[in-house]
């Protein structure tokens, strides 16, 4: 399982809002359990399959925890993740 921990200095409502304008940028769909604490990621990915990720908004960090992803796509989408949320939360 895949597991990124971006540390962040941003009130929880700006990091889901942050969060939600990359997920729609990239044609993510994004489903929120708690408001301002959590949900669930989901895309399909032409030929390969989907891909779901956790995420989790603490004070200090944004967790994201790969469930499901195509064991191709793993190291790429461990990279992608980081730095596209690293950007996001800066």
Do not use: C, W
């Amino acid at each position: 399982m895949i597991r990124i921990e971006i540390a962040h200095e941003l009130e929880r409502a700006a990091v889901e809002q942050r969060m939600r304008a990359l997920a729609e940028r990239h044609d993510i769909a994004m489903s929120v359990t708690a408001v301002g604490e959590s949900g669930l990621l989901t895309r399909k990915v032409p030929f390969l399959g989907s891909v779901e990720a956790r995420y989790e908004i603490r004070l200090d960090a944004l967790v994201v925890e790969v469930l499901k992803a195509p064991g191709s796509l793993q190291n790429t989408l461990q990279r992608m993740l980081a730095d596209e949320l690293g950007k996001a939360l800066s």
